[in-house]
């Protein structure tokens, strides 16, 4: 069975620097995707950025971006330039090709001004 | 504006009380679902339906029964309401096209509290 692991409970990080949320997994499945969900004080949920397992090329947008490391199961997010719109919850997700998705735990991350 | 729309947004039950909430997408997708969001535990899926027509049990269905009414719509009933079900809940769907997956778009919840 497939797991998503975020070992980082809380985070805080300074406006306008960079922050790295960490993210790990496990799956018996050869084709998959990664992804990373924004959820700010309002409840709803963003989809952040989407990473497919075949690809080698990290997946970025804008100020988002991951290092996704296949062999180490390892998916992390960054945030450069950090705001004060960015404080959230952000889970991390592992979906296979049977569309449920596994979600992480979560981190919080305040943005100190 | 397209997406999913959940209701009720809040609701307040008693113990054995039942209620359904509804979901419904404009987007066209063929996959929806039904997660349970509690504290320290993240998302955990209750039901899904991977297209009209089926439906199919997630990681903690106990207590719970859906219906996939059309390919917009997808409830979820409470039967008998207990405290263990307070929680906030969220609709999803998709787009999937053969192994392409891209990506869930949420209903904004519903925080459902049982006394």
């Known amino acids: 069975a497939q797991t998503v692991t975020q070992s980082q409970p809380e985070m805080s990080v300074q406006e306008a620097e960079t922050v790295t949320l960490s993210c790990t997994y496990d799956?018996?499945?050869?084709?998959?995707?990664l992804f990373w969900y924004k959820q700010p004080p309002s409840r709803q949920m963003i989809l952040v950025i989407r990473?497919?397992?075949?690809?080698?090329q990290n997946a970025t947008e804008n100020r988002f971006s991951v290092n996704f490391q296949k062999a180490a199961k390892s998916f992390s997010l960054k945030i450069s330039d950090s705001q004060l719109g960015d404080a959230a919850m952000y889970f991390c997700a592992h979906g296979s090709g049977t569309y449920k998705y596994i979600f992480g735990t979560g981190t919080r991350l305040k943005v100190l001004a | 504006n397209a997406g999913v729309t959940q209701t009720p947004k809040f609701q307040v039950l008693k113990t054995g009380q039942s209620m359904t909430l509804q979901c419904a997408q404009d987007m066209n997708h063929n996959s929806m679902y039904w997660y349970r969001q509690d504290p320290g535990m993240g998302l955990r899926l209750i039901y899904y339906?991977?297209?009209?027509?089926?439906?199919d049990k997630g990681e903690v269905p106990n207590g719970y029964n859906v219906s996939r009414l059309n390919k917009r719509e997808f409830s979820l009933r409470l039967e008998s309401a207990a405290p263990s079900q307070t929680s906030v809940y969220f609709c999803a769907s998709s787009f999937d096209r053969g192994l392409m997956n891209y990506g869930y778009t949420f209903g904004s919840g519903t925080r459902l509290t049982v006394v």
């Open positions: 799956t018996s499945e050869s084709d998959y995707y």
């Open positions: 990473q497919e397992a075949y690809k080698q």
């Open positions: 339906s991977a297209s009209e027509g089926t439906t």
